[in-house]
C-alpha cells in the first residue's frame, strides 16, 4: 500500500466513518478498526458452507467461526509474519498463477495457435506428408551375416509373390515382423522428413502414390514399402481446434502469460519489477472480479493463519513435553481404558537363546527407544535375525499377545523362518501410565486447550462489532 493510501485510511478511521456503508455491499462487522463487508462474509460463509461440506453451520454459528479466524490474522499482522521471505515467495507464486493467466486475450492464443501452425508447416518442407504401409523382415543390426541371408531369402519370396498379385495389407498382417502396423495392414502414421530412418526416408519420399519399393534393407531388416498417399498440410482452419487442445494439454497458455509479464517488465524500462507488476495487475483484475479478490486475499490470510496457528499452537503443542505431561496428569481420567492393554511387544525369533537376549535389550531402556535398540542390536545388516510388533494393545489386537497375555483361546500363526514366539512388557490394567502412551490424543486435546486460550485473548486484546442488521440480510438481499 502507497503512502497516499495509508494517509487516506489513517483518516477515515480517525473520522469514525468505519461503519459507513454502500447501498449494495454494506459493512457487517469491524474487526481491530478493519471494516468485513457483506460480500466478504457471503463469500467465506457460502464457500465453507457448500452442497459437499460435512459439519455445515448456520450464519449466527458461522459468526463466531469468522470472527476467530480474522482476530487471528490481525495477530499474525501484528507479528509481522506478512515480512517474512518464506510468506512473500508463496502467497507471490499463488497470486501470480491467479492472475497471469488473466493477461492471456484470446487474441493471444489465436497467434500462437497460428505460430505453431506456421512452425509445424516450415518444418514440414516442400516434400510435405506422406503415409506409407510396409512389411518388415527383421534382422538385427549387430546379427551374424547367416540370419540377414536368412531374412533376405524370405523378403526375396514375400517381395515376389507381391509382384505376382498378393494383397499388400493382407500378406502384411500375415507375415512382417512390426507388430505395430502388421495388425493395421502395414499402415504407418503420415510423417514428414527426419522422422524416419534415412534408408527408409529416402526410398519412400522417392515414391508416388500406389508405387511400391524394391527390398529396402535399414538397421531393422528389410522393408518392402507401399506408398498410400502424399499431402501438404490442410490450412491452418482445419487443424486449428487440435492445436488449441494441443495447447490446452501442453499448458502453453502458461507460456504466453510468462512472455507477455517479461515483455511489460521490459518495456517499463525500469518502472516496475515483476512483482510490482503482478501486485499492479491483481489489483486491477481483483477490482472487476470479486471472486478473484477474496480469493487471493484467502489464500493471503491462510498462509498467515497457518504460520501462526503452527507457531502458537499446532507445533508449539506437539514440543511441549512438559505441558503435555502436566495436562495429561490434569485430565488422566479423560484417557482411561475400558479394558487393559499390553505395553509391550510380541516377537519371533530363530532360536531359544534369543528370546532373553532381546527382552534384556530393552529392559532397562524407555519404551520409546525400543525399536532402534532392537534394530541396532539384531537386525543391523542385511539378516533379519528377529521379527517384531511393538505397541500399546489390546484385545484382538494381536494374537500371539491374546494368547500369551490375555490367556484368549485362539489360533497364533507361526511365522515362517521364525518358529519361537514370545511377548515382553506388561499390563496396563487402570490405563495409561504417561501421556506418551496416548501421545495422539493427548497433544490433539492440549492443542485444542492452546487455541481456546489464544483465541479467548484474542477476543480481549482486538475490539470487534458486529452489525446484526447486516448479519440479517446475508445470501438474502436484492
Known sequence: MNMKLNILSAFVLMSGAVFAQTADDPTIMVV??????????????NKNNSDGVIDKKNIDEYVDLFI??????????????????????????????????????DADVEAEARNIYDQTVAGIGPDGLIQTAHILIRADQQAPQAEWDAAKVRVDSIYAA????????ELAKKVSQDPGSAAQGGLLPFVQRGQLVKEYEDAAFAL??????????????????????????????????????????????????????????????????KEQLMEQKAEEFSAKDIELKYLIQEYHDGLLLYEISNRLVWDKAAKDEAGLEKFFKQHKKKYAWDEPRYKGMAYHVKEQSQVKAVADCVKKLKFDDWANALRTTFNADSVIRIRVEKGIFKKGDNALIDSAVFKKDTTVTKLKDYPIDAVYGKVLKKGPEDYTDVKGLVVADYQEQLEKEWVADLRRRYAVTVDEKVLKTVNNHE
Open 162 to 169: 507381391l509382384k505376382d498379385g498378393a494383397d499388400f495389407a
Open 32 to 45: 481491530n478498526g478493519q471494516p468485513v463487508s457483506r460480500s466478504e462474509f457471503e463469500y467465506s460463509y
Open 208 to 273: 508416388q502414390p500406389g508405387q511400391m519399393s524394391g527390398i529396402v534393407q535399414s538397421p531393422y531388416g528389410y522393408h518392402i514399402i507401399l506408398m498410400k498417399e502424399r499431402k501438404m498440410l490442410e490450412p491452418f482452419e482445419f487443424h486449428h481446434d487440435n492445436i488449441i487442445r494441443f495447447m490446452e494439454q501442453r499448458n502453453i497458455r502458461e507460456h504466453i502469460a510468462s512472455q507477455k509479464v517479461t515483455k511489460m517488465v521490459e518495456e517499463s524500462h525500469g518502472a516496475l519489477t
Open 68 to 105: 476467530n479466524y480474522k482476530l487471528k490474522v490481525c495477530a499474525a499482522l501484528d507479528a509481522k509474519y506478512d515480512t517474512l521471505q518464506s510468506f512473500k515467495d508463496e502467497f507471490a507464486q499463488y497470486r501470480d498463477q491467479q492472475v497471469e493467466p488473466l493477461l492471456v486475450t
